[in-house]
């Protein structure tokens, strides 16, 4: 599928996202199916009502870091889309730039300790770039800060992060070369100098050419994963809308079973009792927790079919 394309829900303009019919804000919507051609012609010829659409109700292109009144004014977003879990709207581009960045500078920095743990000279190597990327991210996050949040900042970090490419790469040619790790000459010997080399040319033209518009571009050339879920390891999908009166529910009928055992004195069917009879009675007992919690209060963190 292409790309730059408009949305394909009816009224939307926002652009697609990647490989998909329907923009961020539609994501997970199945597209309606193509008008026939009466109701074409019926649109075509019938006045547009006045009534708003319910998608200009609200002013949804708002963030949460443009608002106080939102979240407390501060967007939370995975690095793998951009989009903010609580305004629903993708993030001002120059801080998902930075998450990006920093994140691939983690991922080098592990496959950098790989490919030198399993090498003779691996013992005296101790990577120089983990201290100066550590440097570079109060200096990224305070890069021309004057310029307030959006596209043209985004533009400046990438140049500025770009300009790196250079002294980092010479950094760590010197560094292998001082732990004894071949980075010259062909075949296979400096192939950890040729593996580091190639993933750090990667990692710069990434970041040289990232659609700043996010339309044209995937998280999955940035090395990254679909979440499945936020914030659990469940493998059920997150749901973003939640259900939190659902889980109140089931936290206070767990508190209301406690007090009810608790002021009938059913613990005390436990005296005078033991083997089979004491297992059997702590099965009773703690069914009723059991399924209100299933039912309600880890049901209501998960989405449900």
């Not at 919507?29 to 019926?42: A, G, I, L, R, Y």
């Not at 010829?45 to 006045?50: G, L, Q, R, V």
């Not at 500078?105 to 983990?130: I, M, P, Q, T, V």
């Not at 750090?200 to 990254?224: C, Q, Y």
Request: net charge negative; proline share 6%.
């Amino acid at each position: 599928m292409g790309v730059g394309g408009p949305c394909s829900v009816e009224g939307c303009n926002r652009h697609h996202m990647y490989n998909s019919p329907v923009c961020y804000k539609h994501k997970g919507e199945k597209p309606p199916p193509p008008p026939s051609k009466k109701t074409k012609q019926e649109t075509e010829t019938e006045p547009t009502p006045s009534k708003d659409l319910w998608w200009t109700e609200d002013d949804e292109t708002q963030r949460c870091d443009d608002n106080p009144d939102l979240h407390y004014g501060l967007c939370e977003f995975d690095t793998y889309d951009g989009i903010c879990f609580h305004c629903k709207n993708l993030v001002h581009p120059d801080l998902h730039l930075i998450h990006l960045i920093h994140n691939d500078r983690n991922r080098f920095l592990n496959f950098e300790e790989d490919l030198a743990e399993g090498e003779k000279w691996g013992g005296h190597y101790r990577s120089r770039l983990s201290d100066i990327w550590k440097e570079f991210e109060g200096r990224d996050i305070m890069f021309e800060a004057q310029l307030g949040h959006g596209a043209a900042r985004a533009e400046a970090i990438q140049k500025l992060c770009y300009a790196d490419k250079e002294h980092i790469l010479s950094v760590l040619k010197e560094n292998l070369s001082k732990a004894g790790a071949p980075t010259e000459g062909e075949g296979i010997e400096p192939w950890v100098w040729n593996s580091l080399e190639g993933d750090l040319e990667e990692h710069f033209e990434m970041i040289r050419d990232w659609d700043i518009t996010r339309v044209n571009w995937s998280p999955e050339e940035w090395h990254l994963e679909k979440p499945l879920t936020r914030g659990s390891a469940s493998s059920k999908p997150y749901d973003e809308e939640d259900h939190p009166f659902v889980r109140i529910i089931g936290v206070f009928l767990l508190a209301a079973y406690g007090l009810f055992v608790w002021e009938e004195g059913l613990l005390n069917t436990f005296e005078g009792t033991e083997g089979i009879v004491v297992e059997l009675l702590c099965i009773g007992y703690l069914v009723p927790p059991y399924i209100i919690w299933s039912a309600l209060i880890q049901s209501g963190n998960l989405s449900r079919d």
